[in-house]
């Protein structure tokens, strides 16, 4: 009944085989009566008359369970016992002695010799089969225990494998950022074997001195199940060269949520990297070479058009004044594109000296005058005409303040104003924490460009400052979402801050901060 009940529970596949009991013992009655006992549970049942038999028996199919006389002429219960138990392919075999000797030094030699459990003759049936029920039902879970180990085994050869094949550096840390696990390309990557770096802090290893919080992110950090973080830094491999790495963490949670590891996977982007300066290199240089033609263009455009202002009629002369003015946009372009390939590639350098902003201001205003002027708005200068000195670069602040000044006016309508404001300000109190390191200068320079134009949608303000970002329903004006990434490289180039807001009634307000010089 209790088999049954364990069969219909399911826990073993392996109980619901019948078992296969081995039965030995010199005297045919024993034999006969422990056989049909055994057969009336429903085992399926061999005999054997003598240890050598019994061995024979064994050999040729592996019983489930043995039940073994002590005393038998010639081999004896317990010289099977030792028999068995020395083999590796019966010594799993439980082994039940059955015997009159019943001392327990009996009970405790047959043990000794390996029996699983011993029996006293005469035994009462009932606890026969309990004992009997009892080996086999452990047994079988025995076999099972084995045999997941055996499939884990497999799959841990098999995942090791994966891992130590495959041409990602992987490795793992405990919370301490210790390292517990480190494959082959990881070996390789990083130049340190297994052995140096198991049980070494992360950024012992990973000695990445720009990678800012890869090895312990900051405490405000709240890592999340599913999450993913991808970082490109310098690693310096033992050997001392500094490679490009790509690497994505996954933290490891508890069952109650905490945080108790890291899994990393990493690659070597070198080749990928040198690719991508191959192609930016590329695109410089066709860049690069666009900008001569144009400027011939442009150039014999402006001859012509003098030369024959004055023979040509009105329709000729816009022709020819749209082509300047296609050549300038383009030409404008290409050298929004020549400084992105310049920043990109780290070679945009500063020529800084001492400059007066009021000086770039007053050019920026008069250089746009003439749109604003076509649109009808008015350019209105809140600064004093007293000198803003500055350490720039004159040619790329004026590229900022055009850019800005022009922007307003592109997007503010017919008959708009803008301001454009100046203040030195001596020792700002950082009210934002971007500004926090400009406290070191001894004053700064506050400049702003508001217009009362369109303004910039709140979601659009957070990226504003990025590559090719240009808001919508303002592409058709012309632009390349170019010159505010520009502009804001160049102004943290000079150790200064820029920002936008849109002010509470209309248009937005740009605003630079620029470390000051004294006077
Ligand atoms: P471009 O003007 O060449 O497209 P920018 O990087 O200078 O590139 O500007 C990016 C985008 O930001 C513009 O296309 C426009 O959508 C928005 N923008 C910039 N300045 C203003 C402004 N003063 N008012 C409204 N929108 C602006």
Same mark, same amino acid.
């Given at each position: 009944?209790?088999?049954?009940?364990?069969?219909?529970?399911?826990?073993?596949?392996?109980?619901?085989?019948?078992?296969?009991?081995?039965?030995?013992?010199?005297?045919?009655?024993?034999?006969?009566?422990?056989?049909?006992?055994?057969?009336?549970?429903?085992?399926?049942?061999?005999?054997?008359?003598?240890?050598?038999?019994?061995?024979?028996?064994?050999?040729?199919?592996?019983?489930?369970?043995?039940?073994?006389?002590?005393?038998?002429?010639?081999?004896?219960?317990?010289?099977?016992?030792?028999?068995?138990?020395?083999?590796?392919?019966?010594?799993?075999?439980?082994?039940?002695?059955?015997?009159?000797?019943?001392?327990?030094?009996?009970?405790?030699?047959?043990?000794?010799?390996?029996? %699983? $459990?011993?029996?006293?003759?005469?035994?009462?049936?009932? =606890?026969? @089969?309990? /004992?009997? *029920?009892?080996?086999?039902?452990? &047994?079988?879970?025995?076999?099972?225990?084995?045999?997941?180990?055996?499939?884990?085994?497999?799959?841990?050869?098999?995942?090791?494998?994966?891992?130590?094949?495959?041409?990602?550096?992987?490795?793992?840390?405990?919370?301490?950022?210790?390292?517990?696990?480190?494959?082959?390309?990881?070996?390789?990557?990083?130049?340190?074997?297994?052995?140096?770096?198991?049980?070494?802090?992360?950024?012992?290893?990973?000695?990445?001195?720009?990678?800012?919080?890869?090895?312990?992110?900051?405490?405000?950090?709240?890592?999340?199940?599913?999450?993913?973080?991808?970082?490109?830094?310098?690693?310096?491999?033992?050997?001392?060269?500094?490679?490009?790495?790509?690497?994505?963490?996954?933290?490891?949670?508890?069952? %109650? $949520?905490?945080?108790?590891?890291?899994?990393?996977?990493? =690659?070597? @982007?070198? /080749?990928? *990297?040198?690719?991508?300066?191959? &192609?930016?290199?590329?695109?410089?240089?066709?860049?690069?070479?666009?900008?001569?033609?144009?400027?011939?263009?442009?150039?014999?455009?402006?001859?012509?058009?003098?030369?024959?202002?004055?023979?040509?009629?009105?329709?000729?002369?816009?022709?020819?004044?749209?082509?300047?003015?296609?050549?300038?946009?383009?030409?404008?372009?290409?050298?929004?594109?020549?400084?992105?390939?310049?920043?990109?590639?780290?070679?945009?350098?500063?020529?800084?000296?001492?400059?007066?902003?009021?000086?770039?201001?007053?050019?920026?205003?008069?250089?746009?005058?003439?749109?604003?002027?076509?649109?009808?708005?008015?350019?209105?200068?809140?600064?004093?005409?007293?000198?803003?000195?500055?350490?720039?670069?004159?040619?790329?602040?004026?590229?900022?303040?055009?850019?800005?000044?022009?922007?307003? @006016?592109?997007?503010?309508?017919?008959?708009?104003?803008?301001?454009?404001?100046?203040?030195?300000?001596?020792?700002?109190?950082?009210?934002?924490?971007?500004?926090?390191?400009?406290?070191?200068?001894?004053?700064?320079?506050?400049?702003?460009?508001?217009?009362?134009?369109?303004?910039?949608?709140?979601?659009?303000?957070?990226?504003?400052?990025?590559?090719?970002?240009?808001?919508?329903?303002?592409?058709?004006?012309?632009?390349?979402?170019?010159?505010?990434?520009?502009?804001?490289?160049?102004?943290?180039?000079?150790?200064?801050?820029?920002?936008?807001?849109?002010?509470?009634?209309?248009?937005?307000?740009?605003?630079?901060?620029?470390?000051?010089?004294?006077?």
């Amino acid at each position: 009944m209790q088999e049954k009940s364990e069969k219909q529970g399911g826990p073993s596949r392996l109980m619901d085989i019948v078992s296969n009991i081995l039965v030995v013992d010199d005297n045919r009655n024993n034999l006969e009566l422990l056989s049909d006992i055994l057969k009336l549970e429903g085992y399926y049942v061999r005999t054997a008359e003598s240890g050598e038999v019994a061995l024979q028996e064994v050999a040729q199919e592996r019983p489930d369970l043995m039940l073994l006389d002590i005393m038998m002429p010639g081999i004896d219960g317990y010289e099977v016992c030792d028999t068995l138990k020395r083999r590796t392919e019966t010594q799993d075999i439980p082994i039940i002695l059955v015997s009159a000797k019943g001392s327990i030094e009996d009970t405790i030699k047959g043990l000794s010799h390996g029996a %699983d $459990d011993y029996i006293r003759k005469p035994y009462n049936e009932m =606890e026969l @089969i309990a /004992r009997v *029920k009892a080996a086999l039902k452990m &047994k079988h879970l025995l076999d099972e225990v084995r045999h997941t180990n055996r499939m884990l085994s497999n799959q841990k050869e098999q995942i090791d494998t994966i891992i130590n094949t495959m041409g990602e550096g992987l490795f793992s840390v405990n919370q301490d950022m210790e390292i517990v696990f480190f494959n082959s390309a990881a070996e390789e990557i990083t130049g340190h074997n297994f052995r140096e770096a198991i049980g070494k802090k992360c950024m012992q290893i990973f000695d990445c001195p720009d990678a800012g919080e890869c090895c312990s992110p900051g405490p405000d950090f709240v890592p999340l199940r599913d999450q993913k973080v991808v970082q490109e830094y310098l690693l310096t491999r033992k050997d001392g060269r500094r490679i490009p790495i790509r690497k994505s963490t996954r933290f490891i949670f508890s069952s %109650d $949520d905490e945080v108790i590891g890291r899994v990393e996977v990493f =690659e070597d @982007i070198s /080749r990928e *990297k040198e690719l991508e300066q191959k &192609k930016a290199d590329f695109i410089s240089m066709v860049i690069h070479d666009l900008k001569n033609p144009l400027t011939t263009i442009k150039i014999c455009d402006k001859i012509v058009l003098n030369e024959t202002r004055r023979s040509i009629d009105a329709d000729l002369t816009r022709l020819l004044q749209n082509i300047e003015a296609s050549a300038d946009h383009l030409l404008n372009l290409v050298n929004d594109l020549l400084d992105i390939s310049k920043l990109e590639a780290g070679t945009m350098e500063f020529n800084r000296q001492r400059i007066d902003m009021n000086d770039i201001m007053e050019i920026s205003i008069n250089t746009q005058r003439m749109i604003s002027l076509t649109k009808e708005i008015e350019i209105e200068k809140e600064f004093a005409a007293e000198r803003y000195p500055i350490h720039g670069d004159k040619d790329y602040l004026l590229r900022v303040m055009i850019n800005l000044i022009g922007n307003a @006016i592109k997007f503010t309508p017919k008959g708009g104003k803008i301001r454009v404001t100046a203040k030195d300000m001596a020792r700002l109190k950082p009210v934002d924490p971007s500004t926090a390191e400009l406290e070191v200068a001894p004053s700064v320079l506050r400049i702003s460009i508001s217009d009362n134009g369109t303004g910039i949608p709140e979601e659009d303000l957070p990226t504003i400052f990025e590559k090719y970002r240009r808001v919508r329903g303002t592409t058709d004006i012309e632009g390349a979402g170019l010159g505010l990434y520009i502009a804001k490289v160049i102004i943290e180039g000079h150790g200064g801050r820029i920002w936008v807001a849109n002010n509470s009634d209309h248009g937005s307000t740009f605003t630079i901060l620029l470390p000051a010089l004294p006077e």
